[in-house]
């Protein structure tokens, strides 16, 4: 977004196919384009899906605390919230850490059937490894 005000200074257009945050053409800006869903509309996709089939199972709602892992996971809460379904878990993490065992603990004792998580794969693929190894 900040790159945004740049370009459009200098009249260069800016097409992207990852920015999702909802505010990247919401500013009216004649020259920025996505080519992806933004974070309200997966949100509401995620949300209806996790309504739909899982409203009376503990839900976690885990992200990364970066703009585009916080923004969707608070989108779909926002979603669940509205439908009267609250998480059992709203936990942020650190990227780049190798051992998240101290969040799969919390939630192991929490019983959690779901966990929604707002971010990249390289901490999702480390997160359910080590939930698989702590029998979660």
Known sequence: IPASDVYLDAGIIQITP?????KFTERGMW???????????????????LVANYKDKK????????????????????VLKAKGVKPVIFEGINPGEKDYSALVSKLKSANVDIVYFGGYYTEAGLILRQMRDQGL
């Open 59 to 78: 839900i976690a709602f885990v992200h990364d605390k970066t703009p585009y892992g916080k923004g969707l996971v608070d989108e779909t809460q926002m």
């Open 31 to 49: 020259n920025t384009f996505r080519t992806c869903g933004r974070d309200d509309q997966q949100a509401a996709v995620a949300g209806a899906y």
């Open 18 to 22: 990852a920015s999702t945050n909802v």
